[in-house]
C-alpha cells in the first residue's frame, strides 16, 4: 500500500497538532509551578512533599 499525499499530510496534521498541545502544556504546567502555595490553594490545587502539581491527589 502507498501512502498517499492525503494521508501523509493527515499524518503530520495529527502529529503538529499533539507537539502543539504537549507544549502548550509544558508551557502551562511551568507557569503554574511558579505559584505559591497558598494560590494553588485557591485555584484547587495542592503541591506534593517532591514538588508535583496535584488535583484530586493526582498529579496533572
Known amino acids: 500500500m502507498n501512502p498517499t499525499f492525503e494521508s501523509i499530510s493527515a499524518a503530520l496534521s495529527g502529529l503538529a497538532l499533539r507537539t502543539s498541545a504537549a507544549v502548550e502544556r509544558r508551557r502551562a504546567l511551568r507557569r503554574v509551578s511558579r505559584f505559591s502555595d497558598h494560590r494553588l490553594h ?3 490545587l495542592e ?3 517532591d514538588g508535583a502539581i496535584l488535583r484530586d491527589g493526582r498529579a496533572i
Do not use: K, S, V
Open 42 to 44: 485557591d485555584i484547587g
Open 47 to 49: 503541591r506534593d512533599w
